[in-house]
């Protein structure tokens, strides 16, 4: 029997460096990365502190810039974008995830999802229809009208997923995303993501110190000093 088709790559890495400076100083973040993320993957980045993942995850998400080599984000090298093109295309394309949720206190858990969507020429109804998908994805479709500070930790973090996704993204990235979760929250969060991967085929990239969080990837990447080390499957 044959080898299934495999999946195109839908990120590219090839030779990504980055060096921040300070003064005469250079500190080198990354050097030398490449690797292709397969469509549809769930991607662990593993490392220690300092060792450059958050980094190399803002640079796959076009949230900071490369020094040096090329980032392919399904066909486009986001390296060669001007910062302006750079925030619309991040707006397209990229989900985003962080450990503190980054939700908004004013706004409903509805009005938090929204808030893409707006940078959109969806109308008013399309909108609502996104959000309340988005939201019952997560199951939270209940909540939809409650502020952050109703809402629990695991609850807010499953509501930030949801404004993830709702514009429809082509990669999910996602930093320590259950650094701030008791571990019941956190097996629920993963357990989401890991739905999200298999029934929708999203690409999620995701950074952790977390082994249990690992092991809900498909490919385990681990970075030491700015360098890539051997591929774990």
Same mark, same amino acid.
């Given at each position: 029997?044959s080898?299934?088709?495999?999946?195109?790559?839908?990120?590219?890495?090839?030779?990504?460096?980055?060096?921040?400076?300070?003064?005469?100083?250079?500190?080198v973040?990354?050097?030398?990365i490449?690797?292709?993320?397969?469509?549809?993957?769930?991607?662990?980045?593993?490392?220690?502190?300092?060792?450059?993942?958050?980094? /190399?995850?803002?640079?796959?998400?076009?949230?900071?810039?490369?020094d040096?080599?090329?980032i392919s984000?399904d066909?486009?090298?986001?390296a060669?974008?001007?910062?302006?093109?750079?925030?619309?295309?991040?707006?397209?394309?990229?989900?985003f995830?962080?450990q503190?949720?980054?939700?908004?206190?004013? /706004?409903?858990?509805?009005?938090?999802?929204?808030?893409? /969507?707006?940078?959109?020429?969806?109308?008013?109804?399309?909108?609502?229809?996104?959000?309340?998908?988005?939201?019952?994805?997560?199951?939270?479709?209940?909540?939809?009208?409650?502020?952050?500070?109703?809402?629990?930790?695991?609850?807010?973090?499953?509501?930030?997923i949801?404004?993830?996704?709702?514009?429809d993204?082509?990669i999910?990235?996602?930093?320590?995303?259950?650094?701030?979760?008791?571990?019941?929250?956190?097996?629920?969060?993963?357990? /989401?993501?890991?739905?999200?991967?298999?029934?929708?085929?999203?690409?999620?990239?995701?950074?952790?110190?977390?082994?249990?969080?690992?092991?809900?990837?498909?490919?385990?990447?681990?970075?030491?000093?700015?360098?890539?080390?051997?591929?774990?499957?």
């Amino acid at each position: 029997m044959s080898d299934p088709t495999p999946q195109p790559s839908i990120v590219s890495l090839r030779n990504v460096s980055k060096v921040y400076r300070r003064g005469m100083q250079s500190l080198v973040v990354l050097e030398s990365i490449s690797f292709d993320i397969v469509k549809g993957e769930f991607l662990a980045l593993m490392g220690p502190s300092g060792s450059g993942k958050s980094t /190399l995850l803002n640079l796959i998400a076009g949230i900071d810039t490369v020094d040096g080599g090329t980032i392919s984000v399904d066909g486009i090298d986001i390296a060669t974008l001007s910062e302006s093109d750079l925030a619309r295309w991040r707006s397209a394309h990229v989900g985003f995830i962080f450990q503190f949720y980054n939700l908004i206190p004013v /706004l409903t858990a509805f009005e938090n999802v929204e808030l893409p /969507l707006l940078l959109t020429s969806l109308s008013r109804k399309e909108r609502k229809e996104h959000v309340e998908t988005a939201l019952l994805v997560v199951g939270l479709a209940d909540r939809m009208e409650h502020y952050p500070s109703q809402l629990s930790g695991g609850q807010q973090q499953r509501v930030a997923i949801a404004r993830a996704i709702v514009t429809d993204p082509t990669i999910i990235v996602a930093d320590e995303p259950t650094g701030d979760l008791d571990r019941v929250s956190a097996q629920e969060i993963l357990d /989401l993501l890991d739905r999200l991967n298999a029934d929708s085929g999203k690409t999620i990239i995701m950074v952790t110190h977390d082994p249990r969080a690992a092991e809900k990837a498909h490919v385990i990447r681990h970075l030491d000093k700015g360098e890539l080390q051997d591929v774990h499957p």
